[in-house]
């Protein structure tokens, strides 16, 4: 796919989820590299190439998945001495990404079932890979598990996900959204992935989740979160604020009805924030830690260290 092709079909949300926008972006970038003549002037493939991120950036403002992927991939990429070593360096970040992206899944999903315990009754939210990967896994080490999943409305991803937990068998219950506090009685844990973690250790996930987190606080349920490295949002740390995506309101009212409704307004966020206290593990390829260490992940494994977060105030203040 083209770089346009695939930023419309991620705005459409025909491609969707924070890995998966993250390695089809990045997949793009270096699919588009190739289409680029060679000119022997590297300024000109950074510029073509810096203006094809632009257009992928532009997509999806919540999920930090795709600023950090395209950050990583272009990094090298702009201290590139000639054209031949930027389009090298573009490919061979872009394969280690997807590469690392995917093997983070299956990290994720080791340590993610390790912490649920044998005849656990699970809730989930959305579709995330690293949350069902979990679950899976620990149907496949033979664990006892049911699950507990939601609507997701407007766009029903528990659809999606309660047709992946059938097709492995795990007993199942679709619930509304709204019945999240009437089934935590139900249930043993919570476990969500997040499309944005802060240097706080807040979350940014599908919108809903706050409220499945503070119903599981007033519950004493645990609430685990999994996610991969590169959704830690390193600029939380210069206190930039992650903006929350708000999607076209026919998707939750319809135009034709809407019409007749002349002092309705309608909201549809995405996306909602988690506070850390609510949250008592985050789950990632390097690790399980509580959500007070989210720096520490941006540091070591994001490489926002002192040195790092001078640069990008000395670039605010020019701004």
Not at 19 to 32: M, N, Q, T
Request: hydrophobic fraction near 40%; charge should be negative.
């Amino acid at each position: 796919m083209s770089i346009n092709d695939t930023a419309d079909k991620i705005i459409s949300m025909e491609i969707r989820g924070a890995g998966k926008i993250a390695r089809e972006a990045v997949s793009a970038l270096r699919d588009h590299a190739e289409t680029l003549p060679r000119t022997g002037d590297v300024s000109i493939f950074i510029r073509e190439m810096e203006q094809a991120a632009g257009i992928l950036l532009a997509t999806r403002p919540t999920a930090v998945s795709l600023p950090n992927a395209i950050q990583i991939v272009m990094r090298d990429v702009r201290s590139s001495k000639n054209e031949e070593a930027a389009r090298r360096n573009l490919r061979e970040k872009a394969n280690e990404f997807i590469w690392s992206s995917r093997t983070a899944l299956d990290r994720i999903s080791v340590m993610g079932a390790n912490h649920i315990p044998d005849g656990s009754v699970i809730m989930t939210h959305c579709n995330s890979s690293a949350a069902l990967g979990s679950i899976i896994e620990a149907k496949r080490q033979g664990k006892d598990i049911e699950v507990y999943a939601t609507e997701v409305r407007p766009w029903n991803q528990g659809r999606i996900t309660i047709k992946t937990l059938n097709d492995h068998e795990i007993p199942t219950t679709y619930i509304v959204d709204s019945a999240v506090r009437s089934m935590m009685k139900e249930v043993d844990l919570v476990i969500v992935g997040a499309d944005a973690i802060t240097v706080n250790g807040a979350v940014v996930n599908k919108i809903g989740t706050s409220q499945i987190a503070l119903c599981a606080h007033e519950a004493r349920k645990n609430v685990i979160v999994t996610a991969e490295t590169y959704k830690f949002a390193p600029r939380t740390i210069l206190g930039e604020r992650i903006k929350i995506e708000d999607r076209p309101t026919n998707e939750v009212l319809p135009d034709d009805i809407a019409a007749g409704l002349s002092f309705v307004r309608v909201k549809n966020p995405v996306f909602d924030v988690t506070p850390a206290e609510y949250i008592d593990l985050i789950i990632t390829e390097a690790g399980a830690i509580p959500p007070h260490l989210a720096f520490t992940i941006m540091r070591e494994y994001l490489g926002w260290g002192l040195d790092e977060l001078q640069n990008q105030f000395l670039s605010l203040e020019k701004d």
